[in-house]
Nanobody, 119 residues
């Protein structure tokens, strides 16, 4: 079983930057698609960005041009560089890894980490 742990959250000023990291206790191979999701109070959990094992990235409309997702399969880590932050980015951010194979679909989640952007 894969265990995911997020680090790097905290408080940042309006317009500032923050970098989140996700470390896996198990091996995250190129067969996994990884991503970041976030959930603000009163809102549903939404997709922020995903990245395939080959490095192809997708982004939610609200973060395009500001956030950059990356991964290092050799180190079993994934990161999210967040720039030009606004209070609308305040949420709990979750690391995700998913894999679909002949023996089933596997989904793993981190515990979540708080990101707060001051006005």
């Amino acid at each position: 079983q894969v265990r995911l742990v997020e680090t790097g959250g905290g408080l940042v000023e309006f317009g500032g930057s923050l970098r989140l990291s996700c470390a896996a206790s198990g091996t995250i191979s190129s067969a996994y698609t990884m991503g970041w999701y976030r959930q603000a109070p009163g809102n549903e959990r939404e997709l922020v960005a995903t990245i395939s094992g080959g490095g192809t990235a997708t982004y939610g409309d609200s973060v395009k041009g500001r956030f950059t997702i990356s991964r290092d399969n050799a180190k079993n880590t994934m990161s999210l560089q967040m720039n030009s932050l606004t209070p609308e980015d305040t949420a709990v951010y979750y690391c995700n890894a998913e894999r679909l194979s002949r023996d089933g679909r596997y989904v793993y989640w981190g515990q979540g980490i708080q990101v707060t952007v001051s006005s």
